[in-house]
């Protein structure tokens, strides 16, 4: 099992920043991938950036340039810097750890929700921009 816990999220106004953090604990070296993904009220859940144990690196198209994933692996945290916030960013993020499916890859490079075996999710912390 792997235990992922979120923090960072906030209130900012349009323009301002945050940095999201997630503590990883428990049978991490059985991690492939992990990321960010975001969801909306009414919306189905996104990927946002992840990063896999080769150090490749995706992002959404709606947060380049603006968005930055990142890990420090002696702490076995996950970080995302945003800058450049927008409503449209408002959602709550969850961090998620991917372990690798030996039939069919990892969804998190391609930005994509793992089956559930395969994939542990954090709480979510709450990001709310306002315009």
């Known amino acids: 099992q792997v235990q992922l816990v979120e923090s960072g999220g906030g209130s900012v106004q349009a323009g301002g920043s945050l940095r999201l953090s997630c503590a990883k604990s428990?049978?991490?070296?059985?991690?492939?991938?992990m990321g960010w993904f975001r969801q909306a009220p009414g919306k189905e859940r996104e990927g946002v950036a992840t990063?896999?144990?080769?150090?490749?690196?995706s992002y959404a198209d709606s947060v380049k340039g603006r968005f930055t994933i990142s890990q420090d692996n002696a702490k076995n945290t996950l970080y995302l810097r945003m800058n450049s916030l927008k409503p449209e960013d408002s959602a709550m993020y969850y961090c998620l750890a991917e372990r690798l499916s030996p039939t069919t890859g990892s969804y998190c490079v391609h930005l994509e929700p793992p089956p559930s075996p395969f994939g542990y999710w954090g709480q979510g912390t709450q990001v709310t921009v306002s315009s």
């Open positions: 990063i896999d144990s080769n150090g490749r690196i």
């Open positions: 428990g049978y991490t070296y059985s991690i492939y991938c």
